[in-house]
Structures are given as C-alpha cells and as structure tokens.
T-cell receptor, first 114, second 115 residues
Framework: AQSVTQLDSQVPVFEEAPVELRCNYS??????LFWYVQYPNQGLQLLLK??????LVKGINGFEAEFNKSQTSFHLRKPSVHISDTAEYFC????????????FGTGTRLQVTL | NAGVTQTPKFQVLKTGQSMTLQCAQD?????MSWYRQDPGMGLRLIHY???????DQGEVPNGYNVSRSTTEDFPLRLLSAAPSQTSVYFC??????????????FGPGTRLTVL
C-alpha cells in the first residue's frame, strides 16, 4: 500500500514570494505522483503529475515539482506566488503501471497575502 | 461536455434520514469513484466502480451503498444518516485501461450536514 505525508497543514506567504509545499510518500513499488489544487468551494483540479522520465515536472499556473526517489519526496514549488494561488493543495500517489486508486495526503492550505 | 456533475450542492439531514447523492459524467468513463473530504484527513475513497454492474469498496465504505446501472451514473446512498457522515463528498471519473495512466476528473462536490 502507498501513503502520503504532507507535513505542513498551512503555509502563509506574501504575494510575489517563493513557496514550497512539501510532500513525502511511502511505497514498496514504483509510483505515480500528483499534485491537485482545490480552490474555495470547488472540486479538485490536476496541477501536475509525475509518471516517468524527467524528475522535474512543470504544471499549470507556474507550478513545478521535483520527484526525488532517494528521499521519497515530491515537493511543489512556485518562484513567485499570487493572491489567486490561495487554495488547498493535495499531494496524491498511485501505484505505477496500473490505473489503480489514488491515495491522498491531508492537504496544505496556501494562504497568500499582500 | 459537462464533465462530472453532482447534485445537490448542499444538503442538511437529520440523523436516521436517508438520501442519495447523485453523480453523472458524460465522458464515457468506465471508472467512477466516491470520496469524502474531512478537515485534516484529505480525501478518502468510499466506493468505486470499474464499469456498469461492477462496484467495490474503498477505504471507508461503512454506512454507504452504491450501484452502477449505467456508464453515466454512479449514485451514493446513505440509508440511515449519522452525524459522522457530515462531510464534503466528491465524485470522480476516468477511463479505465489495463496499464498506464488516465487523468481522474472530479465533480464540484456535495456538502452534507447531518444533525
């Protein structure tokens, strides 16, 4: 079975500052990794995904994440955040090679202020 | 395409009442699933279906029933609501393949309160 840990439940940051949201996973097999974003009162939207290949993955809205197999991490970064990035961010994992179920982390609330 | 739709958006129930949360998708996805979202717990899988007539339990199935009579619809039933079922419920769907990845699409959610 896979599991995901998002250590930071809330991350406050000023607009135009960089941000990193941390995600660590646990699995005995190869995995796919995902970041989803949930804006207030909306469903989840896929931000980016790692399936294979390059460990640096670029997603929508200027976000990127780096897959680090040795540290079992998949941290999300953005060099300069905007007010509109205020949302809940979820890291998720599934077993690779199959269309298997997603396991989600507990989420990180990114609060961007002026 | 409307994508994944859910009704109602909000619902308040009394303990012991029953109700059905509706979910529909128009993308001809074989795989559909229900999650509940609770503060500090992320999303947890309740039930899922890999095609019409086939359903299976997820991580937290107790208190919920599902059926899948058509490809498009995947209703979630609460037979006797309990306050512990107060949550936000999300339906999701994707194509089913024998290998590889297919993006999962989420509905807008149903916010349920059980008094």
């Amino acid at each position: 079975a896979q599991s995901v840990t998002q250590l930071d439940s809330q991350v406050p940051v000023f607009e135009e500052a960089p941000v990193e949201l941390r995600c660590n996973y646990s699995s005995s097999v190869s995995v796919y990794l995902f970041w989803y974003v949930q804006y207030p009162n909306q469903g989840l939207q896929l931000l980016l995904k790692y399936l294979s290949g390059s460990t640096l993955v670029k997603g929508i809205n200027g976000f990127e994440a780096e897959f680090n197999k040795s540290q079992t991490s998949f941290h999300l970064r953005k060099p300069s955040v905007h007010i509109s990035d205020t949302a809940e961010y979820f890291c998720a994992v599934s077993r690779s090679g199959t269309a298997s179920k997603l396991t989600f982390g507990t989420g990180t609330r990114l609060q961007v202020t002026l | 395409n409307a994508g994944v739709t859910q009704t109602p958006k909000f619902q308040v129930l009394k303990t012991g009442q029953s109700m059905t949360l509706q979910c529909a998708q128009d993308m001809n996805h074989e795989y559909m699933s229900w999650y509940r979202q609770d503060p500090g717990m992320g999303l947890r899988l309740i039930h899922y279906s890999v095609g019409a007539g086939i359903t299976d339990q997820g991580e937290v199935p107790n208190g919920y029933n599902v059926s899948r009579s058509t490809t498009e619809d995947f209703p979630l039933r609460l037979l006797s609501a309990a306050p512990s079922q107060t949550s936000v419920y999300f339906c999701a769907s994707r194509h089913r393949t024998s290998g590889g990845y297919n993006e999962q699409f989420f509905g807008p959610g149903t916010r349920l309160t059980v008094l």
